[in-house]
């Protein structure tokens, strides 16, 4: 008898090895499309990466508009959560967060658990360092060492970002949010640059800085890490108060959907600060016609874990029906 059945045996084979050649080039695609290559750019230096889950990467970078002595922590990093199916080639929105002082990105997630509370969630998470005590402001007294956030938030972090992942590149796919000092710099930075953010949200923070219980928040704290008082807004008397303000911008936030949370535990004296300060800005975009959302959360008092869990989580749904998203 001829043979053929070594034949066929051999291209049975053949197309075997194929196919196993094929189904692992693809999955070495697919574990290449999951993690993308965080390059330099727009200011900032990529110097390490490193992925923490198949989600979360912390991105350190350097970039001279911020000196490490600023910080929290002894390393600058960004920190960077995909969405749980990330495609690549589909752009997402990007939610930007922003801690409360004396904290840094890792609160969003080492206390608030930020990549569980976007668990499903078309939407890219960035948590970015917003200093010790930085107030996302370019500081008028430098003298401990630049401090120029405004630059690194808005001219740097968003156009590097959108270079390094495929985002909606537009206000329509952005919103910024913060706790505490995080959300003044959330709302300051809305205010100041309406055209980037099309949701802005503001927990337990204050957003007047010409109150006197705003000020001595901003300037009391400063000498525990050896900066000037006249570091973020200069002098009482310098024009630098009036024009970081959002109190006196917020008819930028007449585009912007504009949320302010506070808790209710009163016995938390700074929470009970941040709730008078924020139901009084609530009070005032009111007046001046501006629409905004005012939550209350129960027994919450001035921590982040308890803004992202229930905050953020809350405002997840209403943020897919305020942005663009896939």
Known sequence: MPRPAPRRRASALVLALLATLVSGVAATTATAHAAPAFSSGHGIEVRNVMQTTPRTYVVNIHTPS????????TYHDVVVTLPSDYNPHVAYPVLYLYHGRA?????????????????????????????????????????????????????????????????????????????????????????HRPWLFRMAIGMSGGYHLEDQRMRAAVTGPLPQKGLPLDGPFGAPWDGSWGFNNPWHRVGALGGV??????????????????????????????????????????????WIECAARVGIGRELPVMMDVLQHP
């Open 66 to 73: 911020v000196d490490t002595r600023a910080l929290a922590w």
């Open 103 to 191: 904290q840094g990105p890792g609160n969003w997630h080492n206390e608030a658990n930020i990549e569980a509370v976007t668990h499903g969630y078309p939407i890219i998470t960035v948590a970015a360092d917003a200093g010790w005590a930085g107030w996302g402001t370019n500081w008028v007294n430098q003298s401990a060492g630049a401090q120029q956030w405004d630059r690194f938030h808005l001219d740097e972090l968003i156009p590097w970002v959108d270079q390094n992942l495929n985002t909606i590149r537009a206000r329509e796919g952005r919103a910024v949010a913060g706790f505490s000092m995080g959300g003044f710099v959330a709302i300051r930075h809305a205010t």
């Open 257 to 302: 959907h504009t949320v302010l949370y506070a808790g209710t535990r009163h016995d938390d004296l700074l929470e009970a600060q941040a709730h008078r300060l924020t139901y009084e800005f609530h009070q005032h975009l009111l007046a001046n016609g501006i629409g905004n959302s005012w939550m209350v959360e129960y027994d919450c008092g001035h």
